[in-house]
């Protein structure tokens, strides 16, 4: 899930520039968007059955009608509040305020001592151009709908986890991708995935996801275990 991170003091056009960029990037997948309220807080409606079951401490508060959902959740972390939406299967997510988050970011207007910027005050084309420049945040979850969308029907899909010793170089992650393509090639109709998880905390493993798409179970155990063996020395924090 690419994070589109656009910074920007109020009343300088986000809000405006973002419902133009939605429908472009709705045309290349699901998107989805979290904005930073700040200080003023959000006020739920009084008296509704799903703001009482939230005050009454419900980790979770949905109500649904003939059109829509709305969910309410005890959770104020940005970067868990990204994961939950690369878990449900958005590609891109558009995130409006947190001018202090390092993600590359979209300034609009003027931002005094805003680091990690793609762009400033860009068209929509702009930013559709430099897609790739922005921050990926994968899920295993994410990841298993990525490579499901992605399988052909029947096919056998497998996705897990490995945590990795912190001071691996991510730029032997394309090394590895290569090298396991390689492997793979002579088994068929056969896909893989290595990808490095985001949103670590501080102090804790780095997370590197291995996504499979196969015919059989058989043969999607098969590819796994030849990634994970390529994985030995990272997990294990050895030296080649």
Not at 139 to 151: F, M, V
Request: hydrophobic share 40%; glycine share 8%; with cysteine.
């Amino acid at each position: 899930m690419k994070v589109i991170h656009i910074a920007g003091f109020s009343n300088t056009g986000k809000t405006t520039f973002i419902t133009k960029l939605l429908p472009e990037l709705e045309k290349l997948g699901p998107v989805g968007v979290i904005k930073h309220i700040g200080h003023h807080g959000y006020s739920l409606p009084e008296g509704k059955d799903t703001t009482r079951f939230f005050a009454a401490g419900a980790a979770a508060s949905a109500g649904i009608d003939a059109r829509k959902s709305v969910l309410l959740l005890q959770e104020n972390d940005l970067e868990r509040v990204l994961e939950l939406l690369c878990d449900a299967g958005m590609q891109y997510a558009v995130v409006e305020g947190f001018k202090e988050k390092p993600y590359p970011k979209i300034v609009i207007g003027h931002v005094p001592g805003a680091e990690h910027i793609i762009l400033k005050d860009p068209s929509v084309e702009d930013v559709l151009a430099h897609l790739g420049e922005f921050s990926d945040l994968v899920t295993p979850e994410g990841l298993s709908k990525e490579i499901q969308r992605d399988c052909t029907p029947g096919m056998t899909t497998l996705v897990s986890t490995i945590a990795i010793h912190r001071n691996s170089p991510k730029e032997k992650i394309t090394d590895l991708r290569e090298e396991l393509d390689e492997r793979i090639r002579e088994l068929g109709d056969v896909s893989a995935r290595l990808e490095y998880s985001g949103n670590n905390d501080a102090g804790s493993p780095l997370k590197l996801i291995i996504g499979v798409c196969a015919p059989d179970p058989r043969l999607a155990i098969e590819v796994a275990l030849l990634a994970t063996d390529l994985l030995i020395r990272f997990i294990t924090g050895e030296e080649e």
